[in-house]
């Protein structure tokens, strides 16, 4: 694996699935080939009040999602503090903005949501 095959890039925000939680980091590096723990991205991320740097593995990182960018079955919390799972995606011309076919989670109502009544992206 060369780094044309990474599926993450320098500079690239992401989100480090921890074992404590899930943290907001971003990747500054990236080997060349995995070492023998199966790690190549040096992330740094952000826990309350410290920040600190990692070496990780593919599958402990995900690509953070701007509102926009959701696909079907991602999950978000709406501005009203609902969360939801998205069912569908279309971009509204007329709205300039991408809408979502999303279910409460609670409920199972279905709602039609656009990018600006998202809170939260969750992971």
């Not at 599958?59 to 709406?78: P, V, Y």
């Not at 799972?85 to 279910?103: F, H, P, Q, T, W």
């Not at 199972?108 to 809170?119: A, K, R, S, V």
């Amino acid at each position: 694996m060369n780094l044309e095959d990474s599926k993450f890039q320098k500079g690239d925000e992401v989100v480090y699935l921890g074992y404590k939680g899930d943290y907001d980091g971003k990747v500054f590096g990236v080997a060349e080939k995995e070492n023998p723990a199966g790690q190549r991205y040096a992330i740094t991320i952000k826990e309350e009040n410290r920040i600190g740097h990692l070496i990780v593995a593919e599958d402990r990182i995900i690509k953070k999602k701007e509102a926009d960018e959701l696909e079907e079955d991602d999950r978000f919390i709406g501005v009203d503090g609902v969360e939801y799972i998205v069912c569908g995606r279309e971009y509204s011309e007329n709205d300039k903005a991408m809408c979502y076919l999303a279910k409460a989670v609670p409920s199972g109502n279905i709602y039609l949501i656009d990018e600006f009544g998202i809170e939260e992206v969750k992971y």
